[in-house]
């Protein structure tokens, strides 16, 4: 298993199918002053997490929040120890509150996890909203597609364009809550950022700009 790393200025990679269990997404920390997660991983790894948070010479007692950027298992399964053990609050789009309140179609039963309900704190709606957290202003922009509740965070630092599109890579399919047309749409707003660096959710890190227009042309092209 690898070693948590920084990325780029306050932003670092602690969890994963490299550094956290073979189940996670990508798991992003952010030094806002607060500290900030994007996801949360499939939850037979939450230990794991918080000792490559400790690794990297953050305290996890300021965990403040946990930004869900879709309601699937392997990004959400860790949400209800974290608010128990942290009291993290979680931020999450109206359209996917649901499955993370019950654990509806959030395909636990494919990663043989049991799922934990967990409540969300701050329920996004719109478009487009931006949510300043320590000494950082996070920009969601609503993505359906992947999930109907799918968002993007966008957060520029140190002059850079830091875009987190977790799963660009879909899939896509209505077992998973997807929609191939809204999909299109929604990849085409992210590919229109013109982001310097992509977080994805499974790929890692993509950069600088012209790679990630061209890693999210490739998913559009194969949907259109």
Request: proline residues 4%.
């Amino acid at each position: 298993m690898g070693q948590p790393y920084k990325i780029f200025e306050d932003i670092y990679l602690v969890g994963g199918s490299d550094v956290s269990h073979s189940m996670d997404c990508c798991v992003y920390l952010i030094d806002a002053g607060d500290l900030v997660l994007i996801d949360s991983g499939a939850g037979k790894s939450t230990d794991r997490i918080i000792d490559n948070i400790k690794t990297l010479g953050f305290e996890p007692d300021k965990l403040s929040t946990v930004m869900v950027t879709h309601a699937h298992i392997d990004h959400i399964g860790a949400l209800h120890d974290l608010k128990q053990k942290y009291g993290t609050k979680i931020i999450a789009h109206k359209d996917d509150v649901k499955a993370i309140v019950t654990g509806e179609k959030v395909g636990a039963e494919y990663y043989g996890v049991k799922y934990k309900p967990c409540m969300v704190d701050i329920i996004l709606e719109g478009e487009d909203t931006s949510i300043k957290i320590g000494q950082h202003d996070f920009e969601f922009i609503h993505i359906p597609g992947h999930t109907p509740g799918s968002i993007a965070i966008v957060l520029d630092i140190g002059g850079e364009s830091i875009l987190f599109g977790q799963d660009i890579h879909g899939p896509y399919s209505a077992e998973w809550g997807g929609d191939p047309e809204k999909a299109i749409k929604s990849l085409k707003v992210m590919q229109d950022i013109n982001a310097d660096m992509l977080c994805e959710g499974h790929y890692g890190i993509i950069k600088p700009a012209a790679k990630v227009r061209e890693f999210i042309q490739g998913f559009i092209s194969e949907l259109g």
